[in-house]
Antibody, heavy 122, light 107 residues
Framework: QLQLQESGPGLVKPSETLSLTCTVS???????????WGWIRQPPGKGLEWIGS???????YYNPSLKSRVTISVDMSKNQFSLKLNSVTAADTAVYYC?????????????WGQGILVTVSS | DIQMTQSPSSVSASVGDRVTITCRAS??????LAWYQQKPGKAPKLLIY???TLQSGVPSRFSGSGSGTDFTLTISSLQPEDFATYYC?????????FGQGTKLEIQ
């Protein structure tokens, strides 16, 4: 069974960089040509926001609202992909999910990590 | 960005009821729509994609329909485990966007 697991600091100071890693296990290869890999976040008590996605080749798509601050990268040797969000503020406090994105018929997130709460506070 | 508006924001129902949730897109998105279920403290779970295709393993009491700008998610006979928040998501244009959610509560 495919599993995704987010890891990283749960507390980040304002103006610093949020860095998270998603480890893919259970038989799924991040180098698969069939899938994209993405990050989605959810502020406490609020709805979902698509952050961006990456293909194994390294091509990326970022939400324009975050594009100037976001970098998503992939490490095929470790079967991981990562998120960096710089210059964070309290508005970036959220549960961050990594997900596998299936692209046949339409792009949708068919496997999700459990999520990691990142709080931005001094 | 395409705005996705769900209605109602919350609904109360009983086990065995039939429930319909609506999602409206601010512009046409063909059938590039998915529905997710989220329970408290858990990640969303994909239920339906391409407006009406049931994700593998999802019970057949869930169904979706619609195209263009108007879509519906129907649960034919509510079960206790169905009480959760439901989100629609469009994948017609990037950035992909979600509805604000519909909370389904026990009456």
């Amino acid at each position: 069974q495919l599993q995704l697991q987010e890891s990283g600091p749960g507390l980040v100071k304002p103006s610093e960089t949020l860095s998270l890693t998603c480890t893919v296990s259970g038989g799924g290869s991040i180098s698969s040509r069939s899938y994209y890999w993405g990050w989605i976040r959810q502020p406490p008590g609020k709805g979902l926001e698509w952050i961006g996605s990456i293909y194994y080749s390294g091509s990326t798509y970022y939400n324009p609202s975050l594009k100037s601050r976001v970098t998503i990268s992939v490490d095929m040797s470790k079967n991981q992909f990562s998120l960096k969000l710089n210059s964070v503020t309290a508005a970036d406090t959220a549960v961050y999910y990594c997900a596998r994105l299936e692209d046949t018929a339409m792009v949708r997130a068919d496997y999700w990590g459990q999520g990691i709460l990142v709080t931005v506070s001094s | 960005d395409i705005q996705m508006t769900q209605s109602p924001s919350s609904v109360s129902a009983s086990v065995g009821d039939r429930v319909t949730i609506t999602c409206r897109a601010s512009q046409g998105i063909s059938t590039w729509l998915a529905w997710y279920q989220q329970k408290p403290g858990k990640a969303p779970k994909l239920l339906i994609y391409a407006a009406s295709t049931l994700q593998s393993g999802v019970p057949s009491r869930f169904s979706g329909s619609g195209s263009g700008t108007d879509f519906t998610l129907t649960i034919s006979s509510l079960q206790p485990e169905d009480f959760a928040t439901y989100y629609c998501q469009q994948a017609n244009n990037f950035p992909y966007t979600f509805g604000q959610g519909t909370k389904l509560e026990i009456q």
